[in-house]
Structures are given as structure tokens and as C-alpha cells.
């Protein structure tokens, strides 16, 4: 994996610019890097050495509201200590608590029965799920005959071969989402089936059918059985008369249709009855934020800030990958986590009057894979006046691919100014970088500029720019 040290020193220059304007065992660890000293230069050696401390197994995976997860916390306060850089979070410390509810569901009853008999499914072919988005549904129980239901997202389906409202009546919707050639983006749900996902749905349950970009959200949902789910602050289970989701693996829908997916598109009846019944427990859990300021060197605008941002945490432990059950995420987001320090050192051993003239704000979020909970709940609660952050520069995945190349999400979204001193700043770069505004279409399927922590931000109007590889 290349390290890509020469962003740390670009997201540096930007700065300034700103300024001025277990149920598995995992295998046995290696031996941790020893923290030693870094230089006060951005350097490949000080990055590697960083990512593999945060890395490392004893970290166990950095999963939000964990003991690897606060370790990591705990080494990110020390480094900013150690630099000199003033606690900025609860307290005069340099923890920001984020209050979260952890969630888990324990899978009584799961039953798929077709034509000729059970099929035998168990979480490994079918999974509950909710967050990404997913209404938070109170049914615990329910059964219904499946039937399916084509693509969620297809305007090409021929009128006849729709589905009629009555149809939906207390059953099972077997669904994949988007057509061939078509733009989830943009397209909205077939008429027919959005009344399914609607309070108050006659429908029984929604399986999902994990391909596309749900084929890598399989495995976790599995994982979230295990270790339960999070959501922010002190909430009780789903309260919601909508229907329950789950997702249902490629293998296991072609064996309920009788034939591949390739040949799935027009809905049809018959498929067999789905019975599933569901108990929800919940728990008081905490993550936490760490976060530092360097004061500015101007007293007159002191008092406004520069954030500069990443998230520490990561999945934790799982269902094994070549037999290692550790999901390390050195590159998500390890690889930023170890910049934002390196930037932060850089930035600390200036002299006093050269460094910027507005105070930054470092801000290591925790619990960002579980919907930006960290981050939204330091901007929802900041420890300094959420008015005085003029910007927020967020770095996530910054580990691989070309090391010349950039890309750069929402630097005009909310402001030109900035989008253009980013510009301005790059040109300054020898050689500059390649920016890539690919993801920074309002369509682009991917969403990417949602699903960081500058979103949080971004929601209260401060203008970001958010920097990956």
C-alpha cells in the first residue's frame, strides 16, 4: 500500500491558505511499532510509522464505542499532547463524548419454504438490517407469501407486467434495486412499490437482494448480528409501522427463483412463504472524539477556526478474510487519521509568528462508519462556537492509487472562494497535484459527498472540502 505523504503537506498548505483568507479469535499480532520520536517534517517514514500503530491488530479494528476503539483515542490524545497542541474537547480535555445506543438484534425465527419444501436459510443467506438509510421498522415478526417484485428502480417495465396494488397485501417483496443502464440517483422507485416502504405498509417484509453496491454491505450486516449496531444518543428500538428489511444474498434469490439473476427482471408470484421473527435489545454505549486546537497567530482573529478532520475508527472484528478476523483499515481511514497528525506536528513546531492566523481545529472523529455519528454529534455539540469555523478540511482514504492524483469533493459546493483557493494553493505545488472532480457531481451515483465527515459540517452551512485517493 503507498502512502501518500505529499497530501499531508498540500492539506497543510491549504490550511495556511485558509488562514489568511470477539466471537472469533483473532491470529496473534505482530509486534507494535514503537511510537519513538517523528520528525517535525511530513515525512513517508513518520506516515508509515503512524499507520502502523493505528493499524495494528492490538487495536482490534478501532469499532466505535470498543476497547481498540478508545486505545486508539487514547494514542491520538497523547501525540497531541506531546505536540504541544491545547485540549479542545469536554471539559479541558481532549475527549468530545459522543452519547450512542447500541442496538442488537437476535434472530429467533428465520424461515424460507418454496414449492417444494424449506430451503434451509440461515444469517448466512439472509440478514436483517437498518440505518444506510433504511426506516427503522417496530415489527418483530411477520410472515407473508414472496413475491417478486423485479427492480425497485426500472421505467422501462412494460404496464402489463406490473404488479397490482392488491398484490402487495401481506407479502414478502423480493427486490433488487436499479435496472441495467439506469441511474439510482435519479430515478425514483416504481409507483407501485413505493406505497410498500410507507408508514403504515401492508407489506410484510422487503428482501433486498445483495448485489451492486449492497454486496459489500453483506458481510457487515452479518457482522452487526454479532456486535449490534449503533445509533446516536439514547434511543429505543424502531418505532416505526414500516416494514422489516433484510438482504438476501445472490445464491440464495436465484434458489428461491429457480434460476439466475440474469434472467430476473419481470415481477412474478409463487416463490414460496418467508416467516421471520426478530427480538431487540439495546444498550447505553459512548464514543469518543479527540480534538486539539493550535491557536492562531493573529489575536484579532484568534478566535476563528480552521477544522481539519478524519475518522480513527473502523469495523472492528468479523467474519474472517483469509482466515484473519481483524479488519485493520489502514487505509480507511488510518491513512488519513496518521496525515491529520503529521499536518497537526508540522504545524505545532512552527515558530509562533508563522504560523496561521486564525486557530485550527483538529478533529479526530470517531464512529463515522456507523452514519457520521461522531462528527455530527461534535457539530451538533461543539466545544468551540460552531459560528468560528470559517472551514472544515476532511481527509478519508488517502492510503493507495496514484500518488499524483487527487480527488476533491465539494470545495464549491458552498463556497467558490474556497474551491478556488484550493486551486490556487495546488498550483503552488511542485509538481501539483491532478484534481479529479469526478465525485463531485450532484449525481454521481456514489454520493461520496454525503457519506464523510465533512457532511456534518456542511449541514450547518461551514463550508469543506474533502480530500481521498
Known amino acids: ?164 396494488p392488491q398484490q402487495l397485501g401481506g407479502s414478502v417483496l423480493l427486490l433488487r434495486l436499479a435496472a441495467p443502464g439506469v441511474d439510482a440517483a435519479t430515478t425514483p422507485p416504481r409507483a407501485v412499490l413505493a406505497p410498500a416502504f410507507a408508514p403504515g405498509s401492508p407489506v410484510a417484509a422487503v428482501l433486498l437482494v445483495a448485489e451492486g453496491e449492497l454486496a459489500e454491505y453483506f458481510g457487515y450486516a452479518r457482522d452487526l448480528i454479532r456486535r449490534g449496531q449503533l445509533s446516536a444518543g439514547a434511543q429505543a428500538p424502531g418505532t416505526g409501522d414500516v416494514p422489516r428489511f433484510f438482504l438476501i444474498s445472490p445464491d440464495a434469490a436465484e434458489r428461491l427463483l429457480a434460476g439466475p439473476l440474469t434472467a430476473a427482471r419481470e415481477p412474478r408470484a409463487g416463490l414460496g412463504t418467508f416467516r421471520y421473527a426478530l427480538q431487540e435489545r439495546t444498550a447505553a454505549a459512548e464514543g469518543m472524539n479527540v480534538v486539539a486546537v493550535l491557536p492562531g497567530s493573529n489575536p484579532a482573529t484568534r478566535t476563528e477556526y480552521v477544522a481539519l478532520g478524519a475518522h480513527y475508527d473502523h469495523l472492528g472484528i468479523g467474519t474472517p478474510v483469509a482466515g484473519d478476523s481483524i479488519y485493520n483499515g489502514a487505509d480507511d481511514d488510518a491513512s488519513g487519521t496518521a496525515a491529520l497528525l503529521e499536518i497537526a506536528e508540522r504545524f505545532a513546531n512552527l515558530p509562533p509568528a508563522q504560523r496561521p492566523a486564525r486557530s485550527l481545529l483538529f478533529v479526530w472523529h470517531d464512529a463515522e462508519e456507523d452514519g457520521l455519528l461522531g462528527s455530527e454529534a461534535f457539530t451538533d455539540r461543539p466545544t468551540v462556537p460552531r459560528g468560528a469555523i470559517v472551514t472544515q478540511l476532511n481527509i478519508d482514504m488517502v492510503g493507495r492509487n496514484s500518488p499524483d492524483s487527487l480527488s476533491v469533493v465539494g470545495s464549491r459546493r458552498l463556497s467558490t472562494e474556497l474551491g478556488t483557493l484550493v486551486e490556487a494553493v495546488n498550483e503552488r505545488q511542485s509538481p501539483p497535484f491532478q484534481f479529479d472532480y469526478t465525485f463531485d457531481t450532484p449525481n454521481h451515483p456514489e454520493r461520496i459527498y454525503c457519506r464523510s465527515d465533512h457532511y456534518s459540517y456542511a449541514r450547518y452551512g461551514i463550508p469543506v472540502v474533502f480530500f481521498t485517493t
Request: hydrophobic share 45%; proline share 9%; aromatic share 4%.
Open 1 to 164: 500500500m503507498r502512502l501518500r505523504f505529499p497530501l499531508a503537506a498540500f492539506v497543510l498548505a491549504v490550511a495556511t491558505g485558509c488562514a489568511t483568507a470477539p466471537a472469533v479469535a483473532p491470529p496473534p499480532a505482530a509486534p507494535m511499532p514503537a511510537a519513538g520520536a517523528t520528525a517535525t517534517a511530513i515525512t513517508a517514514a513518520d506516515l508509515r510509522l503512524r499507520v502502523g500503530i493505528i493499524a495494528h491488530d492490538s487495536m482490534a479494528g478501532r469499532a466505535a464505542a470498543t476497547p481498540g476503539g478508545r486505545a486508539t483515542a487514547n494514542y491520538l490524545a497523547r501525540e497531541a499532547a506531546r505536540m504541544g497542541l491545547q485540549p479542545a474537547g469536554d471539559g479541558g480535555s481532549y475527549f468530545h463524548r459522543v452519547p450512542l445506543t447500541r442496538r442488537t438484534t437476535v434472530v429467533n425465527t428465520l424461515q424460507v419454504s418454496g414449492p417444494r419444501g424449506d430451503l434451509g436459510f440461515t444469517t448466512a443467506d439472509v440478514v436483517p438490517v437498518s440505518g444506510g438509510g433504511l426506516p427503522a421498522s417496530s415489527r418483530t415478526a411477520g410472515q407473508g407469501a414472496i413475491i417478486f417484485g423485479g427492480y425497485l428502480q426500472d421505467p422501462s417495465l412494460p404496464a402489463a407486467r406490473e404488479l397490482r
